[in-house]
């Protein structure tokens, strides 16, 4: 199987590997992945949790075709809700 390469400003491999879901039990809307996002690939979204019947924010893909491969949101992510996987060719 083989997947997408870029190469680094020096001139070394890269795989990039791009957003595929986010937790959203997991995710608690501190929107820091949302700031660290340059592309636009997340937005904020209310759920309604049913269990407790209450409202929170929670972050969704809005734009996944923008994204870049980085993995920026991920790291910024503190209860690392998201799950990356590289792009096959």
């Known amino acids: 199987m083989a997947f997408l390469i870029g190469k680094t400003k020096e001139g070394k491999d890269w795989t990039p590997t791009f957003v595929e879901t986010i937790d959203i039990e997991k995710c608690i809307g501190c929107g820091r992945c949302y700031k660290s996002c340059a592309r636009k690939v997340l937005a904020p979204e209310d759920f309604e949790d049913e269990e407790t019947e209450s409202l929170r924010m ?3 893909l809005s734009n996944g075709g923008n994204c870049i491969g ?3 949101c991920g790291v ?7 799950s990356f996987k590289p792009m096959e060719i």
Do not use: D, N, Q, S
Not at 76 to 82: D, E, I, R, T
């Open 70 to 72: 980085c993995a920026g």
């Open 76 to 82: 910024a992510c503190p209860k690392k809700c998201f």
């Open 58 to 60: 929670i972050m969704t």
